[in-house]
C-alpha cells in the first residue's frame, strides 16, 4: 500500500508577519517556517496507517528549497521518501492541487493525507480539490479513522458536533487536531533520515487564477468594554448590544 | 571548518595571550540542519512534557520524573553523548552543547536530566571496562536505570578529596564493603546505580559503580530545598554494603582524575543549560512587558524597563557567543585526537582537560548572567513577579544552585588563576614571555598610534590591551607572592574577574564579526550594539577589578607604575550605552521575545 502525505511549510504561529514592501508578499526577515501544524497530524495519521497495513510513506511538499526542511522533519519522524516539487513562484490553491494530484496518480498512492488547512493562507481547501482531481473519495476534518480493507470509517467535527462516515478507498483524508498525538521526531529518526532520499522535480505547471493584489494586516480589535458587574449592568448591556453592535 | 582554519585553534587558556580569528569560533549561525531538528525536538519535548507538569514536577508526584527521564530515553535524548555500540546515538561535542542548551529551560527537570545523562552516565563511558560499558549504557541510555553522582559527603563539599567514605576489600578479595554517608545526591531517591567515591585502605580515594539495591544501602528523606524542589535530593548512606570488585570503576587511588575531569565537563553543560535557560525566560519579560499597561501605556515603553530587557539579552548573548566559542574549541580538539587514533573516551577527556580554564569561565558567568536575569524578569513583572501564578517566581528560585552546584564560583574562580599559574610553570602556557614584555611596556612612553578603523576594531583593540592589564596584575601578584599567592583569595578573585571579562567581551566579538562576515553589517547591527555596550562596560569592571588588585600588595612607585599601566590598558572613550540599549529593547518589543 503507498500512502501520500501532503505538507507544507509555513511561517511559525508565533512569528509577527509583516507585510513586504511590494504589499503583495509577506517580509520574509526574521521569519522562522515549521511544518504546518496540522500536517503533523496527518504525518502521524500516515505513519499509524502504515504500522496497521503496511506499505510505505512518501510525504509530498510543492514549493521552494526551503521546503526539503519540512520533508526532512517528516522524514525523521518515521516517513520513508520525499518529493519536493519545485516551484518558487505563488500559486493559487486549485494550481498546487493539480500539481499535487499528478504527483499521486504517479506515486499510485491510494490513501493520501493532508492537514485540514495551511496556517498561511488557511484556504482550507487543497485537500478536497486534489481528491476531486484525483476521483478519490475524501473526509475532511477527520478526528478519529479506520481503515479495514477498503471501507474506511472516520469521525469528523461539523458545526456543534460529530458524523460518523463511511467511504472506501482510494481516499483523502485531512487531518483535524485530535485525531492522534503526533511523535517527535527522535534523535534517532532524525539520523536515519540523513539517509533517506528526497527526489526533487519541477512541479507541473498549471495557470493561477488567483492573482493577489493586496496584502494587508486586520483592523486592531477595538478593546472590550465593561458595562458593570452585576445585575444593574444588564439593561445597558442590552442597549448596547441592540444599538452600537447591532446583533439583536 | 576549513583546514587553514583548524591550525589556528588556541589551547586552553591562550586566549589570554594570543588572538582568534574571528572565522574559527563555532556560532549559533553555524549549526546544521540535522542538529537544528534535534534541537526542535529537545525543545518541543520541554514544551510539550515539561512545562504542563512544572507544578506536578515541583510536587514530587510519584513516578513523574522516572516516567519522563524514561519519555526522554525514547526519544533519544539520554543518548546523544554515548556511541552507537553501547545503544547511544554518539553525537559530537557541539551537538551534545546545542541538545543541553534547549534543555536549559526546564527547571527542576533539567537537573536530574544533567545528573543522569552527565555526572551519572559520562564516568561509565569515559572510565569504564569493556564490561561495565555493555553492562550499563544500554539500559542509562534508554532510562531503563537511573543513575546519581556521589562525591559530597556531610563534611566534604568543596573539599572533595578528605571525603570519609571507606572501602574495605573482603578477606576473600572477592569484594569491597563501603562504609559512609553521601549528601546532596542529586536523583538520590530513584536512582538504580551510584557513582560513588570512597577510600581504599584510607587514603586511596576511588570510584565505585553501586547498584542501589545492594543490601545496607538506604535512602534518607527529600531534602527541602530552596529552589528545583522537583529535583530529588537525598543523603544516601552505605551501612556494609557489599559489591563485587568488578564494580571498581577506574583503577584504585585514581578517583580524583574522575571527578574532577568529569565536572569539567559538567562545568562546561552547567554554562550551556543556564544559557539556554535565559532566552526563554527573557522572552517571558518581553512578552509580559508588551502586554502590562500603566500610565496608560505598556511598561516596554519605558526607559527603565528596556534598560532592563536590554541587559538582560546583551548578557545573554555574550553568554551565548562564549559557551559557543568553547563548544567549538572542545570539538575541534576532540576531532582532532581521535583523528589521531585516541579513543573515543579518552579524545574527551583531554579535550575536557585542555579547556577547563574555559569551563570553569562559562560555569561561572553563565550561572551569574541567569542569576542577573531572573532577579531581572521578577522586577519586569512588578507584584505579579512574587506571585506563583507567573513562571517568574519559579525561574528565580530555581537559578540559584547555579552559583553553588558542579563547585561553587568561588571555588571555579580560584581554579581559574590555579590552572594559569601551573600551566604557566609547567611551560603549556608562556605567561611569562608577554608578561615581561608588559613590565618593559610600562616603563616606556606609550606610542599614540592611529584610531583602528573597522567594524569594532576599537573594541577589538581594547580587548588586547584589557589582556595586557590582566597579564600586568597577575604577573606582579606572582612575583610579589610567588608560592603564597593561594592565601591571597581576594586578589585571586580579581584577577579571575578580570580573565572572565576578556574571554567574555572577546567572545561577543568575535561572534558579532564572524556574522557580520558572512551576513553583512546591516544585519549585524544588533549584534554590534550589544556587544559595544558590552565591551566598554567590561573595560570599566576591568579597570576596578585591577585597582583592588594591585591596591593590596603595591605601594609607593610600584603602585603609581601599575595604576598608569591600568589606566593606559584599560582606556576606552565613552559610548551611548542607553541609545544602545534602546535599540536592543525595542527589536525585542517588536518581535515581542528574545531574537538574537
Given at each position: ?248 | ?95 551534545n552543547t546545542?541538545?543541553a542548551m534547549?534543555m536549559g529551560p526546564s527547571?527542576?527537570?533539567g537537573v536530574?536530566y544533567a545528573a543522569?545523562t552527565g555526572i551519572?552516565?559520562l ?26 553522582y ?36 542529586t ?41 528545583i524542589?522537583?529535583s ?30 568529569i565536572l569539567n565537563i559538567g562545568r562546561f553543560k552547567l554554562g550551556a543549560m543556564t544559557t539556554g535557560g535565559a ?40 553568554s551565548?557567543?562564549a559557551i559557543?566559542?568553547t563548544s ?24 575536557a582537560?585542555?579547556?577547563a580554564?574555559e569551563s570553569s569561565i562559562m560555569k561561572v558567568f553563565g550561572s551569574e548572567m541567569l542569576d ?26 530555581d537559578s540559584r544552585i547555579n552559583r553553588i552546584f558542579e563547585g561553587t564560583n568561588?571555588i571555579n ?184
Amino acid at each position: 500500500m503507498k500512502i501520500a502525505v501532503c505538507v507544507s511549510h509555513v511561517p511559525d504561529t508565533a512569528t509577527r508577519i509583516k507585510v513586504g514592501d511590494d504589499g503583495k508578499t509577506i517580509d520574509q526577515t526574521g521569519v522562522t517556517y515549521v511544518v504546518n501544524p496540522y500536517d503533523e497530524f496527518a504525518i502521524e495519521e500516515a505513519l499509524k496507517t502504515k504500522e496497521a497495513l503496511g506499505g510505505e510513506v512518501v510525504a509530498i511538499s510543492l514549493g521552494g528549497d526551503q521546503n526539503k526542511e519540512t520533508i526532512r522533519k517528516a522524514l525523521a519522524m518515521g516517513v520513508d521518501s520525499g518529493v519536493l516539487l519545485k516551484d518558487d513562484s505563488q500559486r493559487d490553491s486549485l494550481s498546487v492541487a493539480k500539481a499535487l494530484a499528478e504527483e499521486i496518480k504517479a506515486q499510485g498512492a491510494e490513501i493520501v493525507f493532508f492537514g485540514k488547512q495551511s496556517v498561511d493562507y488557511d484556504n482550507s481547501i487543497v485537500g478536497q480539490l486534489t481528491a476531486e482531481l484525483l476521483g478519490y473519495n475524501s473526509v475532511t476534518v477527520a478526528v478519529s479513522l479506520k481503515i479495514e480493507g477498503d471501507k474506511v470509517v472516520a469521525e469528523r467535527e461539523i458545526e456543534g458536533g460529530k458524523e460518523v462516515v463511511e467511504t472506501t478507498l482510494p481516499v483523502v483524508i485531512t487531518a483535524q487536531k485530535g485525531l492522534n498525538e503526533p511523535r517527535y521526531a527522535s534523535l534517532k529518526g532524525i539520523m536515519a533520515a540523513k539517509r533517506k532520499t528526497i527526489e526533487e522535480k519541477p512541479a507541473a505547471e498549471f495557470e493561477s487564477k488567483v492573482e493577489v493584489i493586496r496584502m494587508k494586516k486586520p483592523p486592531e480589535k477595538a478593546p472590550g468594554k465593561i458595562v458593570g458587574t452585576d445585575a444593574s449592568a444588564a439593561a445597558e448591556l442590552v442597549r448596547l448590544l441592540r444599538e452600537e453592535a447591532k446583533v439583536i | 571548518m576549513a583546514e587553514e582554519n583548524k591550525a589556528e585553534a588556541l589551547k586552553g587558556g591562550e586566549f589570554l595571550i594570543k588572538e582568534t580569528n574571528p572565522e574559527t569560533v563555532f556560532i549559533p549561525e553555524d549549526i546544521n540542519e540535522e542538529q537544528k531538528l534535534m534541537a526542535d525536538t529537545v525543545r518541543e519535548f520541554v514544551e510539550k512534557e515539561i512545562m504542563p507538569r512544572l507544578d506536578a514536577i515541583d510536587k514530587q508526584e510519584p513516578g513523574l520524573t522516572t516516567s519522563l527521564l524514561e519519555k526522554a530515553g525514547e526519544t533519544g535524548l539520554l543518548s546523544t553523548s554515548i556511541p552507537e555500540e553501547y545503544g547511544g546515538i554518539g553525537q559530537d561535542f557541539n551537538t551534545n552543547t546545542i541538545i543541553a542548551m534547549e534543555m536549559g529551560p526546564s527547571h527542576s527537570f533539567g537537573v536530574s536530566y544533567a545528573a543522569h545523562t552527565g555526572i551519572g552516565t559520562l564516568p561509565i563511558l569515559y572510565y569504564g571496562t569493556e564490561e561495565q560499558k555493555q553492562k550499563y549504557l544500554p539500559k542509562l541510555a534508554t532510562g531503563e536505570l537511573k543513575s546519581a553522582y556521589c562525591l559530597t559527603e556531610p563534611t566534604s563539599g568543596s573539599d572533595a578529596l578528605s571525603a570519609k567514605t571507606t572501602a574495605k576489600l573482603s578477606d576473600d578479595g572477592k569484594y569491597y564493603i563501603l562504609n559512609g554517608q553521601k549528601m546532596w545526591i542529586t536523583n538520590g531517591g530513584f536512582a538504580d546505580i551510584l557513582i560513588t567515591f570512597a577510600q581504599v585502605d584510607g587514603d586511596k580515594f576511588t570510584a565505585f559503580i553501586i547498584p542501589t539495591d545492594s543490601e545496607g544501602f538506604t535512602r534518607g528523606e527529600e531534602e527541602n530545598k530552596l529552589g528545583i524542589k522537583g529535583s530529588s535530593t537525598r543523603a544516601l548512606f552505605l551501612d556494609n554494603v557489599k559489591v563485587p570488585k568488578e564494580n571498581v570503576l577506574g583503577e584504585i587511588g585514581k578517583g580524583h582524575y574522575i571527578a574532577f575531569n568529569i565536572l569539567n565537563i559538567g562545568r562546561f553543560k552547567l554554562g550551556a543549560m543556564t544559557t539556554g535557560g535565559a532566552k526563554r525566560f527573557i522572552s517571558v519579560a518581553v512578552q509580559y512587558a508588551n502586554e502590562r499597561k500603566q500610565f496608560g501605556k505598556t511598561i516596554g515603553s519605558f526607559g527603565a524597563i528596556k534598560h532592563k530587557l536590554a541587559e538582560m539579552a546583551i548578557r545573554t548573548f555574550v553568554s551565548e557567543a562564549a559557551i559557543l566559542r568553547t563548544s567549538g574549541l572542545i570539538n575541534q580538539r576532540v576531532e582532532e585526537l581521535k583523528a589521531q587514533g585516541e579513543s573515543y573516551s579518552s579524545a574527551l577527556i583531554k579535550a575536557a582537560e585542555e579547556y577547563a580554564i574555559e569551563s570553569s569561565i562559562m560555569k561561572v558567568f553563565g550561572s551569574e548572567m541567569l542569576d542577573y536575569v531572573v532577579d531581572e524578569v521578577v522586577q519586569v513583572h512588578g507584584g505579579y513577579g512574587y506571585s506563583e501564578e507567573y513562571p517568574a517566581a519559579r525561574a528565580y528560585r530555581d537559578s540559584r544552585i547555579n552559583r553553588i552546584f558542579e563547585g561553587t564560583n568561588e571555588i571555579n574562580r580560584l581554579l581559574v588563576v590555579d590552572m594559569l599559574v601551573k600551566r604557566s610553570m609547567k611551560g603549556r602556557l608562556d605567561l611569562m614571555t608577554p608578561a615581561m614584555g608588559i613590565q618593559k611596556e610600562l616603563l616606556s612612553i606609550p606610542s599614540f598610534g592611529e584610531e583602528p578603523e573597522g567594524l569594532l576594531a576599537k573594541e577589538m583593540e581594547a580587548v588586547r590591551k584589557a589582556k595586557k592589564a590582566a597579564l600586568m596584575v597577575a604577573g606582579s601578584a606572582v612575583q610579589k607572592f610567588m608560592q603564597k599567592l593561594g592565601e591571597q583569595q581576594e586578589i585571586i578573585m580579581n584577577i579571575t574577574d578580570m580573565v572572565i571579562e576578556i574571554f567574555a567581551a572577546e567572545s561577543a566579538i568575535l561572534r558579532t564579526l564572524k556574522f557580520a562576515n558572512k551576513n553583512g553589517e546591516a544585519a549585524a547591527k544588533y549584534f554590534v550594539d550589544m556587544t559595544k555596550v558590552y565591551v566598554s562596560e567590561a573595560l570599566e569592571k576591568i579597570n576596578l577589578y585591577g585597582k583592588h588588585a594591585v591596591s593590596a600588595f603595591a605601594e609607593g612607585d610600584e603602585l603609581k607604575v601599575l595604576l598608569l599601566g591600568l589606566k593606559r590598558f584599560t582606556k576606552f572613550d565613552p559610548v551611548n550605552v542607553i541609545k544602545l540599549r534602546r535599540e536592543v529593547a525595542d527589536k525585542m518589543l517588536e518581535e515581542n521575545k528574545y531574537c538574537f
